[in-house]
């Protein structure tokens, strides 16, 4: 037997099990989106019907855009808010850096729905925000305004996925080497543009990384809209998942998770681009 | 020297980080109170505390149930994901491996997809396969979901492995699996185990793929879903309490695991 040959052999021996439990059932939804379903029959003949009903209803087509956009706006936020937390933390020095990365990093472990829950009772009508608005005499009565809407949708987000934003940014702002901020600042930069010159492109890699993470989780999820969301936090995620139960088109629901994948996987191939070109 | 004015930045950067930080867990304390007392008008009632609540979860049989499924699902699809991830990162690192970006790139898919994706596509390979949905397809879904951090993990340290070892073991007569066996192994066991308690607790807290992949089966994170669609109660809040506390526990495990060390002495 060759080399090359049992190579070959073991890889295939190696492979198989990711093979079977990852690229298989990847596989055979995707080619599900290919089939139709009448009265809740499934006809495996290959049509693109979904797909051109997908595009043509500008209910769903509408929806996936404006889930885009609603995904943009929390990667947006998240940056925004995220930035200064991770700079703050890698400013710190010795166990009280470590001890408040630790505090930001955190959450990542606590219970998505649990988070959903306590973000819900804070927003509502009895909750935490309204209470602190009317105590300041902001508002004169509880208002809706913070819950079963868009809104809604979008801090529940951020707040959920701040943390894997964070994340990332510190971990490309800790790889600067001190000795070129030092030299920036014994060259005569001041430190705003030692942060514009060097800090902020050398971190740039890993905060689209955190960025993107942020854009493919809140693309998919589906219970953050259906629990904050009300009628008017209507997502894709919740389209193709209303396919799959009571709408019941698995094809159809297919297709557009498939649109999904494919929008989600640019996305990670673009942070793992942006990864490997993280080298100081 | 730094002067006032920059220090501003650091200031406005600290006060965004206690913002963010209060967002992020008042609402743990939040549900702590709820659950010991009750509170009426804005007024915390402290002659009201009790911890009857927890005792009342205790005695509910669909939480019970939720539990132990939670635990049963956790331990097997840990303990195949650990596996499997043993064996992935022995084979990536060989030197005749083939397809190895490929390969990686197929176990960290599911980690990185939107869970949506992840769970349609078991549940339509499961439903293509006949097969019933129930705890044995929610151990898939975790195993295959947990996989990316295993094998991250003992990659990691597998890479950091000076190569002197193992050709030293090979130099002494050691044969491929006696190298495996007293050198390799022994220094990935940490690493194997600190993988295992962060898969635990990613699957103690999955929610989105078990939801396709779980048919008429609950997991906590399913009940407390399921319980959360009907209201508030101080019930909801020990629930939500206690399972915040063993997250909060696991984290800690694997951050003070995980925390730099000592590196593997060289020679």
């Known amino acids: 037997m060759t080399e090359m040959r049992r190579r070959w052999l073991i890889f295939l021996g190696i492979a198989v099990v990711p093979a079977l439990l990852i690229v298989a059932p990847i596989a055979s939804f995707l080619l599900l989106s290919l089939f139709r379903a009448e009265k809740n029959v499934i006809i495996r003949e290959i049509t693109f019907g979904n797909y051109s009903s997908f595009f043509g209803n500008w209910t769903y087509f509408g929806t996936f855009l404006g889930t885009v956009l609603l995904c943009l706006e929390v990667m947006g936020v998240a940056v925004l808010i995220g930035y200064p937390v991770a700079w703050f933390i890698w400013q710190q020095k010795g166990s009280r850096r470590y001890l408040l990365l630790l505090l930001a990093v955190m959450p990542l472990f606590m219970s998505y729905i649990v988070k959903l829950y306590t973000l819900r009772s804070m927003l509502g009508l009895n909750g935490l925000v309204n209470q602190a608005l009317l105590g300041l005499g902001i508002l004169e009565k509880p208002s809706q305004a913070f819950l079963f809407n868009q809104r809604a949708v979008l801090i529940t987000m951020v707040v959920i996925y701040l943390p894997f934003v964070v994340l990332p940014i510190f971990l490309a702002l800790e790889r600067i080497p001190r000795s070129l901020l030092q030299a920036s600042l014994d060259l005569g930069a001041g430190s705003w543009d030692t942060f514009r010159r060097i800090v902020l492109p050398l971190s740039l890699p890993g905060t689209i990384a955190g960025a993107l993470f942020a854009f493919v989780l809140a693309l998919g999820d589906f219970v953050t809209p259906q629990m904050v969301g009300g009628t008017t936090g209507f997502t894709i995620g919740r389209v193709i998942y209303s396919q799959f139960g009571l709408a019941y088109n698995w094809p159809f629901g297919a297709a557009m998770a498939t649109i999904l994948f494919i929008t989600a996987l640019i996305g990670i191939l673009l942070a793992g681009y942006s990864i490997s070109r993280q080298r100081v | ?267």
């Open chain 2, 1 to 267: 020297m730094r002067s006032a004015g920059d220090r501003l930045p650091l200031w406005i950067a600290g006060l965004v980080t206690g913002l963010v930080f209060i967002l992020l867990y008042l609402p743990v304390f939040i549900s702590l109170l709820f659950s010991i007392v009750e509170i009426r008008q804005g007024k915390i009632l402290w002659e009201t505390l009790s911890f009857r609540h927890y005792v009342t979860l205790w005695s509910n049989p669909s939480v019970m149930g939720a539990f132990s499924n939670t635990a049963i699902v956790a331990l097997i699809s840990v303990a195949v994901a650990t596996v499997l991830a043993l064996v992935l990162a022995l084979y990536t690192e060989w030197e005749g491996a083939i397809g190895r970006r490929m390969l990686e790139l197929v176990i960290y898919l599911p980690f990185l997809l939107p869970p949506i994706v992840t769970g349609l596509a078991l549940l339509v390979a499961s439903a293509e396969l006949g097969l019933n949905r129930g705890l044995a397809t929610i151990v898939l879904g975790h195993a295959v979901f947990v996989l990316a951090v295993a094998y991250r993990l003992v990659l990691t340290r597998l890479q950091a492995l000076p190569h002197s070892l193992i050709e030293a073991s090979f130099d002494l007569g050691a044969g491929r699996f006696q190298t495996l066996r007293y050198v390799l192994l022994p220094h990935l066991a940490s690493a194997v185990m600190t993988g295992a308690v962060l898969a635990l607790t990613l699957s103690f807290d999955e929610t989105l793929i078990s939801t396709f992949v779980a048919g008429d089966q609950m997991t906590l994170p399913l009940r407390l879903w399921a319980m959360m669609r009907v209201g508030f109660s101080p019930e909801i809040n020990a629930l939500v309490t206690l399972v915040l506390l063993v997250s909060i526990i696991l984290a800690i495990i694997v951050a003070w695991r995980m925390k730099p060390r000592g590196q593997v002495e060289e020679g």
